[in-house]
């Protein structure tokens, strides 16, 4: 959403990640100027799809785009409300299928509902609105909450790097020679 909104051109969020400039810009924006359907609402899973909330983004900003009669990669006058509306959208929809993941670990025995803990991390826990409501379901069902302080929330590379520092560490899965790993970088 943050590269469909040209945030890199904002005066505000040029230096900024994209998940960041849409946090910053959402403070000042009125989320209920734009509604955006929550995604995968006719599956009762724990499943996360951000695709179809996309979808409707990337149509809402062509449609703004002809409205205000701007190219793609210009700056909407709208953009803080866009990112309000998205910010508030992603949240719901992760808080609702965290909740439907909690009810079903403690309805399946696989947690025990005293001394339940969600743990958050990634980029996405940077965010202080999603943490603020994932906190929020958590002090609702007497889960403890754990997260990382947002300056060790970082890209899921990072982590995927220290997972493999540990595995390496323990001996787990470690390949020793890697003659005949072919890989092609994106």
Not at 113 to 122: D, F, I, R
């Amino acid at each position: 959403v943050a590269r469909r909104l040209s945030l890199r051109k904002h005066p505000e969020c040029h230096s900024m990640a994209g998940g960041k400039a849409i946090e910053h810009l959402a403070q000042t924006g009125n989320r209920q100027r734009h509604r955006f359907r929550l995604p995968m609402q006719q599956y009762r899973n724990c499943d996360f799809s951000f695709s179809g909330l996309q979808n409707l983004v990337n149509k809402a900003i062509t449609q703004k785009e002809k409205e205000e009669g701007i190219q793609e990669g210009e700056i909407l006058s709208c953009v803080n409300d866009i990112a309000a509306a998205v910010q508030y959208t992603v949240s719901v929809h992760i808080i609702q299928r965290t909740y439907r993941a909690m009810l079903f670990c403690i309805k399946n025995s696989i947690l025990s509902s005293k001394n339940a803990t969600l743990v958050v991390s990634g980029g996405v826990a940077s965010n202080q609105y999603i943490r603020k409501g994932l906190q929020t379901l958590a002090d609702a069902n007497d889960f403890a909450f754990l997260c990382p302080p947002p300056r060790l929330c970082t890209d899921n590379g990072v982590m995927i790097a220290w997972n493999g520092i540990e595995r390496l560490r323990a001996g787990l899965g470690v390949l020793h020679s890697t003659d005949g790993i072919r890989y092609e970088p994106k």
